[in-house]
């Protein structure tokens, strides 16, 4: 048989030890800290119907979905693209089981076919967290103190929550006299402004088919303010448009909970030209953006979508939540060195040598007794490598402690234990050896 081209897909990837140890790092504290704030796990099939899925993202998003077939099969399939559209599906399917409201949490792979680059590939995971059932604009409070706790807990100060209102862009567009059937072109435009700036968008625009005194119109609304008073000034502009008065009114009322739950103002910003690029997004969106450093862009992404879940039921149930980029916060972490210094690249926390073959039951009677009070113990598993191989082996792959079980220890009841980071030794009889061990991992 010829030999096989060991290789992968672009834009997947294998992960050693140290770095899934790393990532479980990660979502462990994301899925504790969406505990604490009461919100449950649920988990829904990788494989979605394709009618399921296509038509709720977007025409640029819908060009990213996999499609799949399994031969002879008589349904269109799809790799699910986000955990979002699932969540309703699935409240719809299983509404009778659930209690509403519902605060769910789903932490899964999803699958993209875009351009693989840094910080973005075509399978990765997502952390999702949605409220189910709340209209008001509490819910969507709760999710952003959510998004900034999570951020904290894992060590980042440097970020800003950006925050808007899809009503309010809404205005924006009846403001500038934009036309309905342009305002689809006009939303992906302004979502790209971080990216291209403010002419890039009006280039846009331009080529878009959008009059010259409508771009310079809602260019006015757009451009940062020197005064810092870009939202009051808005507000003023579209006192005589309902949807956006009903979106500056949401806004004041989420901000008003954000106040209230103690979510930092520092890492929060009101931007109106913060767009979010889903078509499904009917009220509050958010944003999280990274400071410092600044080149991998955004980590969490949500905002409202009331009407969704209405497209798998006859009446629609008022959702928020948000999706925290996973791989882009791992990325993130090691850049800025976030990580705990006791997370080391292994799960090992004590190697047992072996000194010869005739030994070796000692040594796994050992390991056994480790294992049965819980500390996570490897045993050397080829006794004919001298102890100096077997301690260096430890070291390598980031091993605390070293158990040593010679024939004098075994003669007279005793092991011997060292910490490789700073040499220390202990011999303790046989009854202390767990007790010795936790010493030394803790101190």
């Known amino acids: ?7 992968l897909p672009k834009g997947m990837r294998d992960f050693l030890p140290e770095e899934v140890l790393k990532r479980q790092y990660v979502i462990g504290v994301i899925r504790d800290t969406f505990q604490t704030y009461g919100f449950e796990p649920i988990e829904t099939p990788v494989l979605e119907m394709e009618e399921t899925l296509m038509g709720k993202y977007g025409a640029d998003a819908e060009k990213l979905i996999f499609l799949a077939q399994h031969p002879g099969g008589k349904e269109q399939l799809a790799l699910r693209y ?27 792979p999803v699958w993209r076919a875009e351009r693989p680059q840094k910080g973005r590939y075509r399978e990765f995971y997502q952390c999702d967290v949605d409220i189910v059932g709340v209209a008001e604009m509490s819910a969507d409070a709760e999710i952003v103190s959510l998004l900034t706790t999570v951020l904290r807990r894992l060590g980042f100060r440097d970020f800003t929550v950006k925050i808007n209102n899809r009503k309010i862009l809404v205005g924006i567009g009846i403001y500038a006299g934009v036309p309905d059937a342009q305002l689809g ?4 435009s302004i979502d790209k402004l971080d990216k291209i700036g403010l002419n890039g968008v009006v280039a846009e625009l331009r080529e878009g088919g959008i009059e010259e005194a409508v771009i310079t119109r809602m260019m006015g609304l757009l451009e940062p303010r020197e005064d810092g008073g ?9 006192a005589d448009i309902p949807i956006a008065q009903e979106g500056v009114r949401e806004l004041e009322e989420m901000l008003a909970a954000m106040d209230a739950l103690g979510v930092p103002r520092e890492n929060t910003e009101v931007d109106v030209a913060m767009v979010r690029g889903l078509s499904y997004y009917t ?3 958010y944003e999280t953006i990274i400071t410092r450093p600044d080149n991998l862009g955004s980590v969490t992404g949500g ?18 939540g948000s999706s925290l980029g996973i791989e882009r916060i791992i990325d993130l972490m090691d850049l800025l060195d976030l990580y ?12 047992v040598t072996v000194f010869g073959a005739e030994r070796e039951a000692e040594s796994l009677r050992l390991a056994s007794e480790l294992r049965g009070v819980g500390i996570r113990t490897e045993v050397y598993l080829q006794p004919k490598k001298n102890i100096g191989r077997q301690v260096q082996y430890a070291d390598r792959k980031g091993v605390q402690v070293v158990a040593f079980l010679g024939a004098d220890e075994i ?3 005793v092991v011997n234990f060292k910490r490789l980071r700073d040499g220390q030794e202990v011999r303790v009889p046989r009854a202390g050896a767990a007790e010795a061990v936790r010493k030394l991992l803790v101190e």
């Open 1 to 7: 048989m010829p030999k096989i081209d060991a290789r």
């Open 82 to 108: 986000d955990l979002t559209v699932p969540l309703s599906r699935y409240v719809t399917m299983h509404e009778n089981d659930l209690l509403m409201p519902f605060r769910r949490y789903h932490i899964a």
């Open 185 to 188: 072109g006009l939303y992906r």
């Open 230 to 238: 870009g939202f009051e000034h808005l507000r003023g502009l579209l």
């Open 283 to 285: 009220g509050p969106i």
């Open 303 to 320: 905002g409202r979508y009331d009407e969704l879940v209405g497209l798998f039921r006859k009446q629609s149930l008022p959702t928020t």
């Open 340 to 351: 705990p210094p006791a997370l080391t690249g292994t799960v090992v926390q004590t190697l």
């Open 411 to 413: 003669q007279q009841g």
